[in-house]
């Protein structure tokens, strides 16, 4: 047995006297918890097996896409979200075969799908709506929850079964560093097993998280500032510069004009809680970032969070949904607004 000053047997007896209590209230704790909470997490997802509701369905070349030729209702925030999609998967109606047709490939996530809006709200439709007449069809390969290194792997997809003119990204500041890392983990080989997860199921924090109940629920209550935090992290930004300068190099290699689209945070552009508002500064570094890195790859590239803090204020409206992250119908109509002329004129410069 090691021999201790008395004093350092002091200092030790008072530091395991103060931790025995901490130990005893993190013990009824989990036991408390153990007892109220029911041991089915799956629970929910069982019910919901049987619902109406239109889902995803697991794609080894993408991730996930819709099923083809199906109309149903996408869940959305409990919204109730029509849609159509094509013999593809994707939203909206079948890909012209015409040679004359010139066609804008549209990439992204829910925003770009048009998450809790009909498909004619869209803006990817208000595009081809604000083109009319010029033979020019919008193909949307917006899917919700997709990565930049996902939009990549739509290029190829759609490549593959029709040829595109020009394309048209989109870079969500809210999420899309964080999803980068997501797909990583299963990239590009197993994709169709991707998981939502915040960190790897398998590393020692999610194994050390899920064994104690109270640690799970301190980590649910906390999930909004540990997304937030890891999306503005270095390392996530690093990997959406890898999938932004490979989508760039896949389309110049195809000699295919590109735009990139950067979409703000929504609590960048309405007012909310301090919390809620409390890394836009953190965002802000992002945007800045991303079109530097649009100017030195020579993108051009159309910040909307200028033109969504103006649409706001000129029309006196709401331009997101209510309770939700996403543009309602006001909004999609300013985005199609700010983008139609750099679409038109990429168009024009694709003849």
Same mark, same amino acid.
């Given at each position: 047995?090691?021999? =201790?000053?008395?004093?350092?047997?002091?200092?030790?007896?008072?530091?395991?006297?103060?931790?025995?209590?901490?130990?005893?209230?993190?013990?009824?704790?989990?036991?408390?918890?153990?007892?109220?909470?029911?041991?089915?997490?799956?629970?929910?997802?069982?019910?919901?097996?049987?619902?109406?509701?239109?889902?995803?369905?697991?794609?080894?070349?993408?991730?996930?896409?819709?099923?083809?030729?199906?109309?149903?209702?996408?869940?959305?925030?409990?919204?109730?979200?029509?849609?159509?999609?094509?013999?593809?998967?994707?939203?909206?109606?079948?890909?012209?075969?015409?040679?004359?047709?010139?066609?804008?490939?549209?990439?992204?996530?829910?925003?770009? =799908?048009?998450?809790?809006?009909?498909?004619?709200?869209?803006?990817?439709?208000?595009?081809?709506?604000?083109?009319?007449?010029?033979?020019?069809? =919008?193909?949307?390969?917006?899917?919700?929850?997709?990565?930049?290194?996902?939009?990549?792997?739509?290029?190829?997809?759609?490549?593959?079964?029709?040829?595109?003119?020009?394309?048209? @990204?989109?870079?969500?500041?809210?999420?899309?560093?964080?999803?980068?890392?997501?797909?990583?983990?299963?990239?590009?080989?197993?994709?169709?097993?991707?998981?939502?997860?915040?960190?790897?199921?398998?590393?020692?924090?999610?194994?050390?998280?899920?064994?104690?109940?109270?640690?799970?629920?301190?980590?649910?209550?906390?999930?909004?500032? *540990?997304?937030?935090?890891?999306?503005?992290?270095?390392?996530?930004?690093?990997?959406?510069?890898?999938?932004?300068?490979?989508?760039?190099?896949?389309?110049?290699?195809?000699?295919?004009?590109?735009?990139?689209?950067?979409?703000?945070? @929504?609590?960048?552009?309405?007012?909310?809680?301090?919390?809620?508002?409390?890394?836009?500064?953190?965002?802000?570094?992002?945007?800045?970032?991303?079109?530097?890195?649009?100017?030195?790859?020579?993108?051009?590239?159309?910040?909307?969070?200028?033109?969504?803090?103006?649409?706001?204020?000129?029309?006196?409206?709401?331009?997101?949904? *209510?309770?939700?992250?996403?543009?309602?119908?006001?909004?999609?109509?300013?985005?199609?607004?700010?983008?139609?002329?750099?679409?038109?004129?990429?168009?024009?410069?694709?003849?």
């Amino acid at each position: 047995m090691p021999s =201790f000053p008395p004093r350092l047997r002091k200092i030790i007896g008072r530091l395991l006297l103060m931790a025995v209590p901490l130990f005893m209230a993190f013990g009824a704790a989990e036991l408390v918890l153990r007892m109220a909470v029911g041991n089915d997490p799956g629970s929910d997802e069982s019910a919901q097996a049987d619902s109406p509701w239109l889902t995803v369905v697991p794609s080894a070349e993408l991730g996930w896409i819709f099923p083809p030729d199906t109309t149903g209702t996408f869940k959305s925030s409990g919204r109730r979200t029509p849609v159509t999609t094509n013999s593809w998967g994707l939203r909206g109606p079948e890909v012209s075969p015409d040679t004359l047709t010139r066609r804008v490939l549209m990439l992204g996530d829910s925003y770009t =799908f048009g998450w809790g809006v009909d498909d004619t709200s869209g803006f990817v439709r208000l595009l081809e709506k604000g083109m009319a007449g010029t033979q020019v069809e =919008f193909i949307n390969g917006g899917l919700p929850g997709y990565s930049i290194y996902q939009q990549i792997r739509m290029l190829e997809f759609v490549r593959e079964r029709v040829e595109i003119h020009a394309v048209v @990204a989109t870079i969500s500041l809210a999420n899309d560093p964080i999803d980068e890392k997501r797909i990583r983990r299963f990239a590009p080989d197993h994709l169709e097993d991707f998981s939502y997860d915040l960190r790897d199921p398998g590393s020692r924090t999610a194994r050390l998280i899920a064994s104690s109940r109270l640690f799970t629920l301190m980590d649910q209550r906390t999930t909004h500032l *540990q997304f937030s935090l890891i999306n503005t992290s270095g390392e996530c930004r690093d990997l959406a510069d890898e999938s932004l300068k490979n989508l760039a190099a896949a389309c110049r290699e195809a000699g295919l004009p590109l735009v990139w689209v950067i979409v703000p945070r @929504a609590q960048e552009i309405r007012p909310g809680s301090f919390w809620k508002g409390a890394l836009n500064g953190a965002t802000e570094k992002l945007r800045k970032h991303f079109l530097d890195l649009a100017a030195g790859l020579k993108v051009p590239a159309v910040d909307l969070k200028p033109v969504l803090l103006s649409a706001r204020a000129r029309a006196r409206q709401e331009v997101y949904l *209510q309770a939700d992250a996403h543009w309602n119908e006001a909004g999609h109509r300013a985005v199609a607004d700010s983008l139609l002329p750099a679409v038109a004129e990429m168009v024009e410069m694709e003849k």
